[in-house]
């Protein structure tokens, strides 16, 4: 187990480097301070509040992460439909104040997203209009709560640079952020879990032997166990401090909760500051090659241009898209052993490392048991194929219509975008032109790949969530 001052003295050696400076600090100051004073004019057309919130207000962000959240605080009386038009038009007019560029995102409803250049520096911004609601209990939004997360942090929070360490290090193992991408770990719920363990080496020392589902409570609420899991059913759950009723840790998959407990496992066995920074290496062509085949499955990817459309959105279509054809390849005998998918500015990829790809023209199927009622159901509806007893049981033999798994996906990718849509493909996808690579066509493309593409490929490689 590692000693408390080597901890420490590689937490010091980390801070030096993801700790703002105090010229970016300055910056960031002089900056923020010009930016709510502009908004506060705007914000006094239809009596909107400015806010800073996120991780600039609460002193917890990292270098060089030059990202600030301003909150438009509208009153009550609004409908959600005069919050949105109201909150856009002032964003908007914000950002042209200050010389910038902006687009509009979507969540649960619209805001603002931009860039302005200030003094030499490009600082990025989300605009968000909320409710100024005083009672959590009559919330009309769920960013209303946003205020009061970053008032309960600022006055409990009294190590942020322990936080540093936990957002540096959850990125460093891909398992930062709470959007749709990385289904990780928020900044909000890294400062809560600093708050309840006192200092990240506390934290480290604990979530090393997590084992889902893991409950946490600040407030000591003393709410029963076994009604939270059934629930919020997620490996993780901590109640956020301010709203009862809600899981600040929802967005954490069952992955990104072992990614963090993998890492703090060998944080604690082996230390290493390596462990703070996201290791960008490639595999050479020949490692590629040489590893897919000592496994000796075969590759099959499908690649498509990237809809015009926001992560939050391409994201869970990709992977619903992916589970749907994951369900058809098996309904039709083909056994999948890992996938994930990828995407770039340009283009996406679902990717299948196939465990069978070819299969016989004949298929075998179980049926009842002789003595059961089912008998007569399940011989009237497999009456035209051939049909016989092994022991107890009734079987069929029939005949697959693809045995190859490249003559399937060509037929399936070949069929209407209705088709698609009705298969369970999203609209926005089913209108996509698609090629298919697979065998060794795919590993020539892994080959000629983006080098972010081969950085993915080396994590697929080398995966490995061992946690004893």
């Known amino acids: 187990m590692v000693s408390a001052s080597t901890l420490n003295e590689i937490s010091s050696s980390v801070l030096r480097k993801v700790r703002p400076n105090l010229k970016q600090k300055k910056e960031m100051k002089i900056f923020s301070e010009a930016l709510l004073k502009e908004a506060k004019l705007i914000g006094k057309e239809v009596s909107a509040v400015p806010m800073l919130c996120g991780s600039v207000s609460k002193n917890t962000w990292i270098r060089g992460k030059f990202e600030l959240d301003l909150f438009f605080l509208f009153d009550t009386s609004l409908s959600h439909k005069q919050l949105s038009s109201n909150g856009l038009e002032i964003s908007k007019k914000l950002i042209k104040k200050m010389n910038g560029k902006y687009e509009i995102a979507y969540a649960e409803h619209p805001y603002v997203r931009g860039k302005i250049k200030y003094f030499g520096t490009t600082y990025q911004l989300d ?90 409570d600040l407030e000591k609420e003393k709410i029963n166990h076994d009604k939270l899991f059934k629930k919020f059913k997620s490996p993780l759950i901590l109640i956020d401090p301010v709203d009862s009723q809600r899981n600040v840790a929802a967005a954490v998959s069952p992955e990104s909760f072992y990614k963090l407990v993998s890492a703090c496992s060998k944080l604690t066995k082996k230390p290493s500051s390596k462990l703070f920074f996201e290791r960008k290496e490639i595999f050479s062509s020949s490692q590629i090659k040489k590893l897919v085949n000592e496994r000796g499955t075969k590759w099959y990817m499908i690649k498509f241009e990237r809809p015009d459309v926001i992560d939050d959105i391409l994201w869970p279509q990709m992977r619903r898209t992916q589970k749907t054809l994951d369900t058809l390849m098996t309904q039709s005998g083909f056994e999948v052993l890992r996938k994930d998918v990828w995407a770039d500015e340009n283009n996406c990829l679902l990717l299948f490392e196939m465990k069978e790809w070819k299969i016989p023209r004949v298929y075998k199927k179980e049926g009842p048991n002789i003595y059961t009622k089912h008998s007569d159901q399940f011989l009237r509806h497999y009456k035209s194929e051939n049909i016989f007893i092994e022991g107890d049981s009734w079987y069929i033999e029939s005949y697959v219509k693809y045995r190859e798994l490249l003559d399937f996906l060509k037929d399936h990718f070949s069929q209407t975008p209705n088709y698609l849509k009705n298969k369970g493909v999203p609209a926005r996808i089913a209108k996509s032109k698609f090629k298919i690579y697979s065998g060794n066509d795919a590993v020539e493309y892994m080959l000629g790949a983006p080098k972010d593409f081969r950085v993915f490929l080396r994590r697929w490689f080398e995966k490995n969530l061992n946690v004893v």
Do not use: M
């Open 127 to 216: 605009i968000v209009p909320c409710f100024g609601i005083k009672n959590l209990k009559k919330i009309k939004s769920s960013v209303d709560r946003t205020p009061h997360h970053v008032q309960y942090v600022k006055k409990k929070l009294t190590l942020p640079d322990d936080v540093r360490l936990l957002k540096q290090f959850c990125k460093a193992n891909g398992c930062y952020g709470a959007d749709v991408k990385t289904q990780g770990f928020s900044g909000y719920l890294c400062e809560l879990l600093i708050l309840n363990y006192g200092k990240f080496s506390n934290l480290v020392k604990a979530a090393s032997k997590w084992r889902a589902p893991v409950i946490i």
